[in-house]
């Protein structure tokens, strides 16, 4: 089985890659990654996804555009790497394998979107609205790498705290579109919130979903 975990930050996709590598899948982290393509930038040693979320920093700081455009064209690189590694060897020689992708992996172009959709079964592992909040909450408190892409604007008067609360969730609510548009299953946060909710058991509900006996 070949898997491609989608949806924002924060969401779960590394934990259950994590999980999903215990039971044997081989684990390709996207950021992981991207952070070492940005190694000099970035500096050594230290959590990966720190590092990045500090480098890219928030959209409102100085040189915020330039670090994002250069952020998506290593996530595109890392991204067509592995597709061509899907593509040119045969699932028996990989084994199962899950791609934990960024939350901004919908930015990358279709083409090459399509070509991970051939060679993968996309899962999005989606949150309920009322989570957003909470989501947003801890970007500004642990901020990740999260691409804005224009959704950020500053009103007159408006904190940078304040507009951060305001565009979230549009941004959320924007990326939700583009996420279950590339996805080829969804796998709420009821259903893998369940107590006891095991690997085994996410794999059974993807194969269930996606129609394999």
Known sequence: MRLTLIGMSGTGKSQWSA????AGFTHYSCDRRIAAALESEL??????????????????????DEREAVYLAHE?????????????????????????????VVYLEPALLERLRRCT?????????????????????????????????????????????????????SRQRLYEELADITITTDERSIPGFAPEDLLALIRAKSGER
């Open 19 to 22: 999980r999903l590598e215990e």
């Open 43 to 64: 500096g050594g040693g230290g959590d990966h996804m720190f590092q990045l979320g500090e480098w890219l920093g928030f959209p409102f700081e100085a040189g915020y």
């Open 76 to 104: 595109h690189d890392v991204v067509a790497e592995l597709v061509d590694l899907l593509e040119h060897a045969p699932e028996a020689t990989t084994g199962n394998v899950v791609i934990d992708t960024t939350g901004s």
């Open 121 to 173: 079964t996309i899962v999005y592992l989606s949150v309920p609205h009322e989570h957003h909040a909470q989501l947003c909450r801890h970007y500004i408190e642990n901020p990740r790498p999260v691409l804005w892409r224009d959704a950020f604007l500053l009103r007159s008067g408006e904190s940078r705290d304040e507009a951060l609360a305001r565009c979230y969730p549009a941004l959320l609510a």
